[in-house]
């Protein structure tokens, strides 16, 4: 375990792996639920309409906007979530549909073109001298 800052609160704590501690990761899955509740009774509402409304921090709601938790109705009116790589208006995530396709496709080309085919190794006969190996055959001892 190592004890990490927790990138919400700045409290230190002990992490396996994650970067917020147990008490924020609370705060934020009710947090989640305020806020899509809301937009579920809103649509097309922008993010400060619903932070004002419901209280939740705006850096909280595009936390769970980057993270895939909750979907904007009309992205191209926020203007707020951004591609990573485009800069294309998103409803959810951190990228457009256009380039997780691109992305997927080239790591595919690459796992594909990285493990050519083996030719099939010889396995040595008993008896036999190898580079690598000797064995004698049962028997034959001196």
Do not use: W
């Not at 992490?15 to 579920?40: A, E, H, N």
């Not at 619903?50 to 191209?76: A, C, F, H």
């Not at 959810?92 to 083996?118: F, L």
């Amino acid at each position: 375990m190592n004890i990490v800052q927790c990138k919400m609160c700045k409290k230190p704590f002990h992490s396996l792996g994650g970067k917020m501690c147990p008490d924020c990761l609370k705060q934020i899955d009710l947090d989640f639920i305020t806020v899509r509740d809301y937009i579920y009774e809103n649509h097309n509402t922008r993010i400060e309409k619903v932070s004002e409304e419901t209280g939740v921090e705006k850096s909280v709601i595009m936390y769970l906007l980057k993270e895939g938790r909750l979907t904007l109705d009309n992205p191209d009116s926020e203007g707020m979530l951004l591609c990573e790589l485009c800069k294309k208006p998103v409803a959810t995530g951190r990228m457009c549909a256009e380039c997780k396709e691109e992305i997927a496709s080239a790591m595919d080309k690459n796992v594909k073109g990285s493990n050519p085919p083996q030719p099939e190794k010889k396995i040595p006969q008993a008896g036999k001298r190898t580079a690598k190996m000797h064995t004698d055959i049962v028997g034959k001892r001196n």
